[in-house]
């Protein structure tokens, strides 16, 4: 069965600070991984990874893919309360339709 | 271009009820998914489809649940005789293809609660 696993389940920082999500997986025939910011309702696409060592960027938020290690990680530099949200990753196989996703870092951001 | 439409936002039906849920996908998308989030956990693949047709529905419990996209209007995800355990949020996806190039667009979920 296909597995994707997301840490830390929560986190709590202070504006300004730099984190790393980290999500790692398992599964059958990869073909992409994608990252997902979930605020109170829709999920928002921010970043699909099909190649191993290539970074996307898109503001102060970058991702990156590992694919002999399976895992991807997720940054964002300087972070803003308007960060707050729950960081869903999922992994697409090429054998099914369907996203896997793990179930999510809750990412609180204080003043 | 609206984005994935569904409806209504939140539903309360007591148990034993029957509840249709309604996903309008983006303008030129031909392909549906569903998916289900229960609280404090991911979201879990439930059914895909494309227009006339059920493509996979792995995700789908045997009993009780059924979906479908008709050629014209909305896809629709039916639960009949609601338990306290369907009670989560339903959210809906598509895209113009297979996500295997693509990313998939969310609706705004439906909050389901069975009381």
């Known amino acids: 069965e296909d597995k994707v696993v997301q840490s830390p389940l929560s986190l709590v920082v202070h504006e300004g600070d730099t984190v790393t999500l980290n999500c790692s997986y398992e599964?059958?025939?990869?073909?992409?991984l994608l990252w997902y910011k979930q605020e109170k309702k829709a999920p928002t696409f921010l970043f699909m990874l099909?190649?191993?060592?290539i970074e996307k960027k898109s503001g102060r938020l970058s991702s990156i893919l590992d694919k002999k290690e399976l895992f991807s990680i997720l940054n964002i530099t300087a972070t803003q309360t308007g960060d707050s949200a729950i960081y869903l990753c999922?992994?697409?196989?090429?054998?099914?339709?369907?996203?896997?996703f793990g179930t999510g870092t809750r990412l609180q951001v204080t003043l | 271009n609206a984005g994935v439409m569904q409806n209504p936002r939140h539903l309360v039906r007591r148990r034993g009820q029957e509840a249709r849920l309604r996903c309008s996908p983006m303008?030129?998308?031909?392909?549906v998914y569903w998916y289900r989030q229960l609280p404090e956990e991911g979201l879990k693949f439930m059914v895909y489809?494309?227009?006339?047709?059920?493509?996979?529905e792995s995700g789908m419990p045997k009993e009780r649940f059924s979906a479908e996209f008709p050629k014209e209007g909305p896809s629709i995800l039916r639960i009949q005789q609601v338990v306290r355990g369907d009670s989560a949020a339903y959210f809906c996806?598509?895209?113009?293809?297979?996500?295997?190039?693509?990313?998939?667009?969310f609706g705004q979920g439906t909050r389901l609660t069975v009381v």
């Open positions: 099909t190649s191993s060592g």
């Open positions: 599964v059958t025939n990869f073909r992409s």
């Open positions: 303008k030129g998308h031909s392909h």
């Open positions: 996806a598509s895209s113009p293809g297979r996500p295997m190039n693509t990313e998939a667009f």
């Open positions: 489809l494309q227009k006339e047709n059920i493509i996979d």
């Open positions: 999922a992994v697409h196989t090429g054998t099914a339709s369907k996203l896997t």
